[in-house]
């Protein structure tokens, strides 16, 4: 059966105590992919998009969430936040985004790294969102799919 840790033997929430834990590098890596029309990703790449640059505003967003994913998450620990790289690579049907944080801290960074690739993605859909809709103002096409952890790192203490 698995330990949920932020239930206590009450099955109440609380934020988990980490204070006796190391302090260790630690690394996580998110990906997450936003689906558009031929016609949009073509805009982008070009750099037609009205908005103005999707993709630097897409990767400002994302670094911005990283630093406030503390906020967003109640049970979420402020971590200090060593670096954050987001980048993008784009196919003829979708733009994959990445998210790499990093911190020399108590826990996991894997939180960080899904609010930053969601919040890229999320800022991209909201820059074209004007290209994308129907005649019925609907998104056909436009999707958010597979955000996911695809590396954690844990060092070791010293």
């Known amino acids: ?3 949920f840790t932020h239930l206590n033997e009450n099955n ?11 302090d260790v590098s630690r690394e996580a890596t998110a990906k997450g992919r936003i689906y558009l029309r ?5 805009a982008i790449a070009e750099g037609r998009v009205l908005k103005g640059n999707v993709l630097a505003t897409a990767q400002v967003a994302g670094t911005l969430a990283v630093k406030q994913t503390w906020a967003l998450i109640p049970m979420c620990h402020p971590l200090p936040v060593g670096g954050v790289t987001i980048w993008f690579e784009q196919t003829d049907e979708y733009i994959e985004a990445f998210c790499r944080v990093k911190t020399y801290g108590k826990t996991g960074i894997e ?8 919040l890229s993605l999320l800022t991209i859909w909201d820059m074209v969102k004007s290209a994308e809709k129907d005649e019925a103002g609907q998104y056909p096409v436009t ?3 597979g955000i996911s952890v695809i590396e954690k790192i844990k ?4």
Not at 38 to 42: D, F, I, K, R, Y
Not at 111 to 118: D, I
Not at 155 to 158: I, L, M, R
């Open 1 to 3: 059966m698995p330990v």
């Open 12 to 22: 109440e929430v609380h934020m988990v105590d980490v204070t006796p834990k190391p």
């Open 38 to 42: 031929p016609e949009t990703l073509a």
């Open 111 to 118: 939180m960080e790294a899904l609010t930053g690739v969601s």
């Open 143 to 145: 999707r958010i799919d």
């Open 155 to 158: 060092g070791t203490p010293e």
